[in-house]
């Protein structure tokens, strides 16, 4: 079946700096990703949809200038976490082909 | 916006007992999918329905989505250790974006 990965698994970071998490998929071309936020014991959150070769779509409520999305080819998407402050530690998810596979997730702790 | 809600949130069940989840949508979903999640891991595909009133089995695991597409559930007969975690469905509608209801927590006692 189809893979999702994810890198890295577990980052740490101080507050204001900027992390990059990417996605990839292994084994298909997905010309749109999604990404997803799911803090704990809570449900996933749709963060925006990235799409191959053209702006990512954001959902209402996700600064587009903060959480920076690249999607430069078919099997490779990042988010990029600008000015990491502490409320932005979570379980950052990826998915691709149609939301049926997931990646591993980015756990991110920003101290 | 489109809604979907998951009851109950937490369910503790003696393992031999049967657990059922459910879904309900404020619209009329194209289609529903069901996950899974471990303690720690990430949400691994299920199921998906699309037809009516469609029922699909999994040896133990009994999906349902209704008639009028706007709800679901999942059931598990004679529930094991291994059932334990997270589940979620997640609702994909005129939209086009899936939304995860809440999830249900299984614990399964030995």
């Known amino acids: 079946g189809a893979v999702v990965s994810q890198h890295p698994s577990r980052v740490i970071c101080k507050s204001g700096t900027s992390v990059k998490i990417e996605c990839r998929s292994l084994?298909?071309?997905?010309?749109?990703m999604f990404w997803y936020r799911q803090f704990p014991k809570q449900s996933l959150m749709l963060m925006a949809t990235?799409?191959?070769?053209?702006?990512?779509?954001?959902e209402q409520g996700v600064e587009k200038d903060k959480f920076l999305i690249n999607h430069a080819s078919l099997t490779l998407s990042t988010l990029t976490v600008t000015s990491a402050h502490p409320e932005d530690s979570s379980f950052y998810i990826c998915?691709?082909?149609?939301?049926?596979?997931f990646g591993p997730g980015t756990r991110l702790t920003v101290l | 916006g489109q809604q979907v809600m998951q009851i109950p949130q937490y369910q503790h069940v003696q393992e031999g007992e049967d657990f059922t989840t459910y879904c309900n949508s404020s619209?009329?979903?194209?289609?529903i999918q069901w996950y899974k999640q471990r303690p720690g891991g990430h949400p691994v595909f299920l199921i998906q329905?699309?037809?009516?009133?469609e029922v699909k089995k999994q040896k133990r695991l009994t999906f349902q989505f209704g008639e009028a597409k706007k709800n679901s559930s999942l059931h598990i007969t004679a529930t094991q250790t291994t059932d334990v975690g997270t589940y979620f469905c997640?609702?994909?509608?005129?939209?086009?974006?899936?939304?995860f209801g809440q999830g249900t927590t299984l614990q399964v006692k030995p």
């Open positions: 084994d298909f071309q997905a010309t749109t």
């Open positions: 998915s691709a082909a149609r939301e049926q596979f």
């Open positions: 329905l699309v037809k009516s009133g």
């Open positions: 990235s799409n191959e070769g053209s702006k990512a779509t954001y």
């Open positions: 619209t009329t979903l194209s289609n």
């Open positions: 997640a609702g994909r509608g005129n939209t086009g974006k899936l939304i």
